[in-house]
């Protein structure tokens, strides 16, 4: 499981580098790499809203564990 987690944080990463530059400078690199509204870009959106759900898990793990 250790191995899932790794790859969610690093999506989830992306995800927040992505938002992080919509914010400052208006630019969304998930659509500037793979197009507006193309199945690669959806694709993406899902990955990185899957990882974060798998992070939320992740969180109460290390909750219960303190």
Same mark, same amino acid.
């Given at each position: 499981?250790?191995?899932?987690?790794? #790859?969610?944080?690093?999506?989830? !990463? @992306? *995800?927040?580098?992505?938002?992080?530059? @919509? $914010? &400052? /400078?208006? &630019?969304?690199?998930? =659509?500037? #790499?793979?197009?507006?509204?193309?199945? /690669?870009?959806?694709?993406?959106? @899902? !990955?990185? $809203? !899957? =990882? *974060? /759900? !798998?992070? #939320? $898990?992740? /969180?109460?793990?290390? &909750?219960e564990k303190a």
């Amino acid at each position: 499981m250790e191995t899932v987690q790794k #790859i969610a944080l690093v999506f989830t !990463i @992306i *995800g927040a580098v992505n938002w992080g530059l @919509i $914010g &400052l /400078l208006d &630019l969304n690199l998930v =659509t500037t #790499i793979f197009g507006v509204d193309t199945m /690669l870009t959806t694709i993406v959106y @899902i !990955i990185v $809203g !899957i =990882t *974060g /759900l !798998i992070n #939320i $898990g992740i /969180l109460f793990n290390h &909750l219960e564990k303190a």
